[in-house]
């Protein structure tokens, strides 16, 4: 049992968890010095601007910064009072109602409501009412009383600008390392992708539109890429955060640290039933943008075909059906976005604030409340700062149902019975081949060719002719293995082609396509394919062998001329000398020309079969044809009919015959109609 997508995507992640550790360390240190803000806001709230309110000991002299003079007499904070201080006369408190300071020369209780009553302030307790006079405080008198604070509130503001400096580091390095890692996981999937594709057997390829590959390769890595880059960089950032967060409430006050873990057990399941939903969307969804992009392919490489026949309009409808069924989907997306995002995150941080209200209200209903503003301050900021996380988990729960979707359908491509790619170099074989009792079906039972065996010598010519499905083709993609045989033997020089790789086999053949496929870069590049063995000059040398120099010499850039995507800028026949060009270029022992001069004008022909005298000489060719006339040289050809050899020989024997090649020949010079 192969495991989960998720699973596998973790284990993409193992390959660069260096980084990701460091980056995630970075972040753990980053978020800690972050959500020292609030301590430390509550520090300045409790203990400097309103610590100033309470119990204050008259002291002999002023001894220290911390000593503040009123009415020509030294006070100190009680908390602030050390073993070598000279205390003097009793406690005084300094009370605050409203916006007004007042000082009372003796200690009263700080707990309780308090009113103002003349120059009287009346305490109102559980147990008793207490009344004490007290003297009004300027703002000149006030402000000596708070002197000794700014120092400490200046060195915590310092404090705290610097912790921020340096998260803001830690931030950039856990950003850098993460998004990094991100991309070097994608970049290792995309090529683990694109290598398994060229190790997948091509009968694959004939069952699945280039679009829907191709859609697998870069739209669901890239929302891969979206996984690793962003959304579980947000998710683990936001997670590390509300982490910190809990620790920092935990500190202030355990039992409403305990009431917001509650929100844990509910944004899993908020997880939960969003992925079960956005699920079966996102499948629809990511097939029928691989079938949009299958579809747009298709339309833009046979646009000639659809102008050409007035289907223009069919196409648009046909487009315009699954446009219409990606459209439906994401809007059912959308609609499950906009129900389990931000509106609920606010109802629900709305709730809690309720919540926090209802609890700390309740504690201050009570006259021996000791509710500090900082505390409350605190509470406030790191609620309101959980809640960030939330919202952007719950932001990213779109891209990550698409990235596990995406990440299913990769893993189905990856997961595809690929063969071992061996490239080790063998001995260049001289060419002979025998084919001994061949059977071949394309699918199961239905044979295509049925007990074929021949043989053909190195250095020889052989042709294959026979009507459209005889089975010619199949022939070439058995020696070329891209298929194997059902039935039989081929060999190669005597070895069995099955006891070689795919691409030792291929490695000494080459191939001519009716119509020749030219890549994106120069003609050079084109005979070369980028192989470092083959240099420009043994290129520019096959380029003039087959006379490919008549039309390159007149081109501005020469020999290094642009070829764009599939050499559209160039005739058919000229494509097809640089194509020859190339398996010159290669040396192959054994040269495959499939159906290479069949859509070739008369006058590019002898242009053509002069090139084909110089690529076929020292090397064993095997021609596909439908124009008889340009194998009447053929050392032997081979007649084939619905999947059976009928007839061998050279030309002048199968003429004589008299049998399905005369007639062949006969109908192509026109001299007896053809038989239906």
């Known amino acids: ?89 009793d406690q005084a408190t300094l009370f605050q109602i409203g916006t007004t300071y007042y000082f009372i020369n003796e200690e009263v209780p700080l707990e309780g409501e308090r009113s103002l009553e003349g120059n009287q302030i009346r305490i109102t307790t559980s147990n008793e009412v207490y009344s004490y006079d007290a003297d009004s405080l300027s703002l000149t008198e006030i402000y000596p009383f708070f002197q000794p604070e700014q120092r400490p509130i200046m060195m915590l503001l310092i404090l705290y600008m610097v912790l921020l400096v340096i998260a803001g580091v830690f931030q950039f390095f856990k950003t850098f390392l993460l998004q990094k890692s991100a991309n070097q996981i994608v970049k290792k999937m995309r090529n683990d992708l694109f290598d398994h594709t060229q190790r997948i057997p091509i009968n694959y390829f004939v069952d699945q539109p280039a679009g829907s590959i191709v859609a697998r390769i870069t739209n669901d890595t890239e929302a891969i890429r979206d996984l690793y880059e962003r959304v579980l960089s947000i998710i683990v950032t936001s997670v590390v955060y509300m982490g910190g967060i809990f620790v920092a409430l935990f500190i202030l006050d355990a039992q409403l640290a305990a ?71 994401q809007k059912k997306l959308i609609k499950l976005s906009a129900l389990t995002s931000y509106n609920l995150v606010t109802v629900i941080r709305n709730l809690t604030f309720v ?63 690929g063969e071992h790619v061996n490239n080790e170099k063998v001995d260049k074989y ?67 082609t099955r006891e070689w790789s795919r691409q030792q086999v291929r490695s000494h053949m080459g191939i001519v396509l009716q119509d020749p496929f030219l890549f994106s870069g120069t003609i050079v590049s084109n005979v070369t394919m980028n192989d470092p063995n083959i240099t420009k000059e043994a290129a520019i040398s096959a380029l003039k062998a087959v006379g490919a120099n008549r039309f390159i010499d007149k081109l501005p850039n020469s020999y290094d001329e642009a070829v764009t995507e599939g050499g559209t800028t160039f005739s058919l026949g000229e494509r097809q000398l640089i194509s020859f060009a190339r398996a010159l270029a290669f040396d192959p022992a054994i040269l495959i020309l499939d159906e290479a001069t069949a859509n070739i004008d008369t006058e590019t022909e002898n242009i053509i079969q002069k090139a084909l005298a110089v690529l076929k000489e020292g090397r064993t060719t095997l021609v596909i044809a439908h124009r008889l006339s340009t194998i009447q040289q053929a050392d032997m050809i081979f007649v084939l009919d619905r999947g059976t050899i009928k007839e061998q020989g050279n030309h002048d024997k199968l003429i004589k015959e008299r049998g399905l090649y005369y007639q062949m020949y006969q109908m192509q010079k026109g001299e007896v109609k053809a038989v239906v």
């Open 355 to 417: 919540g926090f209200i209802w609890y700390f209200g309740s504690s201050s209903i009570g006259m021996t409340s000791v509710i500090s503003i900082g505390m409350l301050y605190a509470f406030v900021d790191y609620i309101t700062r959980l809640f960030e996380p939330v919202t952007d988990i719950v932001n990213q729960l779109p891209l990550l149902e698409q990235a596990r979707v995406a990440g299913t359908r990769v893993f189905e491509l990856l997961d595809r019975d």
């Open 430 to 496: 001289h060419g002979k081949i025998k084919f001994d009792h061949v059977s071949f079906a394309y699918n199961n039972g239905d044979y295509v060719l049925k007990d074929i065996s021949f043989q053909i010598n190195e250095g020889q010519t052989a042709a294959f002719v026979g009507h459209t499905g005889s089975g010619k083709s199949s022939i070439m993609n058995l020696l070329f293995r891209f298929y194997d045989a059902g039935k039989g033997v081929i060999t190669i020089d005597g070895h069995n």
């Open 1 to 89: 049992m192969k495991p989960s997508t998720e699973k596998r995507l973790f284990q993409y992640a193992l390959n660069y968890k260096k980084g990701i550790l460091i980056g995630l360390f970075c972040l753990m240190i980053a978020v800690a010095l972050e959500l020292t803000g609030p301590l430390i806001a509550k520090t300045v709230i409790d203990k400097h601007i309103l610590g100033i309110e309470g119990y204050w000991h008259e002291i002999a002299n002023n001894d220290d910064n911390q000593t503040v003079e009123y009415n020509s007499r030294f006070y100190k904070r009680n908390d602030r009072l050390s073993s070598s201080d000279d205390l003097i006369g």
């Open 259 to 329: 009431m917001c873990l509650l929100l844990i057990p509910l944004l899993f399941g908020w997880m939960k039933a969003y992925k079960y939903f956005g699920t079966k969307y996102n499948k629809v969804i990511r097939a029928t943008i691989s079938q949009i992009n299958g579809n747009i392919n298709e339309a833009i490489q046979g646009m000639p075909v659809i102008q050409a026949f007035n289907r223009e309009n069919k196409t648009k409808e046909e487009f315009e059906v699954l446009n219409e069924r990606n459209y439906t989907y």
